[in-house]
């Protein structure tokens, strides 16, 4: 190979690492432009309910892209947690935000701009109240409550609600049940939430019965086993015995 034909290829190798490190940087460039920046000129809310619906409005418009559409529902942790700035500085808001972020990325919650609208809400002002006690009411579910705790949660829930239709309040309760008993109760076509609530019940009761028949049967058939295992060893002992009597008898008479 001529000292040309090596100067070229290495001329051919500067250029294609200097192509890979300008879009290296373009990319860079790229992911930085799209990370969130807090601008100098952002709403603030210090805490005031009747302040809060306009500092809400005014985050959708100056964050359209973060806080309307589908990433309004989806976690953004990369736009949540910094808006410390957007509550006034030495006030309850501004404590009361940085404990939410910080809890809520800790347990691995989702950090959301709809969540987040849904608790300043629930802390700071009385708007939409219905509808955030409906969705308490509508989301609540059984898991591993018993059926009757489970209707006694919801009828505090339904308490702090209006505007729950009956039909809303029974489509609710089934809805919340676990599997098995949803199933059941929604094979009963219950007209009414309280007859849904008495489907619910008779499923448990019937569940607990079979428990405790299973549990009744699993004794008697460990006390079949022991009072078995018992006579076998009194026959056998029996048996034994007469063995022995029976040996020494024999003893005796060959002895004499």
Not at 28 to 51: A, Y
Not at 151 to 156: F, L, P, Q, S, Y
Not at 211 to 234: A, I, P, Q, R, Y
Request: aromatic share 8%.
């Amino acid at each position: 190979m001529t000292p040309q034909e090596i100067e070229l290829i290495r001329m051919q190798l500067r250029n294609n690492l200097k192509d890979k490190r300008q879009c290296s940087g373009i990319r860079e460039t790229i992911r930085k432009e799209n990370r969130f920046q807090v601008p100098k000129e952002h709403p603030v809310f210090n805490g005031e309910s009747e302040k809060l619906e306009a500092f809400i409005m005014e985050m959708e418009l100056t964050h359209a892209k973060e806080t309307t559409g589908e990433m309004a529902s989806r976690h953004n942790s990369e736009f949540i947690t910094k808006l410390v700035p957007y509550f006034k500085a030495d006030t309850a808001a501004r404590i009361w935000f940085k404990m939410y972020a910080s809890r809520r990325a800790k347990s691995g919650s989702c950090l959301s701009w709809k969540k987040l609208v849904r608790d300043l809400r629930r802390s700071y002002g009385a708007f939409d109240q219905p509808d955030i006690q409906f969705e308490d009411y509508y989301d609540m579910a059984q898991r591993t409550l018993d059926v009757k705790t489970y209707i006694a949660k919801k009828c505090e829930a339904a308490l702090m609600s209006s505007d729950l239709t009956p039909r809303l309040l029974k489509f609710g309760f089934i809805r919340g049940l676990n599997t098995e008993i949803k199933n059941y109760v929604k094979l009963q076509k219950p007209n009414s939430l309280e007859e849904a609530q008495r489907a619910a019940i008779d499923f448990g009761n019937s569940m607990k019965g079979k428990s405790n028949l299973k549990k009744n049967f699993d004794n008697v058939k460990g006390s079949e086993k022991t009072g078995s295992k018992v006579m076998e060893s009194n026959h056998g002992s029996s048996i034994r015995k007469r063995s022995r009597e029976n040996s020494s008898s024999l003893r005796r008479w060959v002895i004499q």
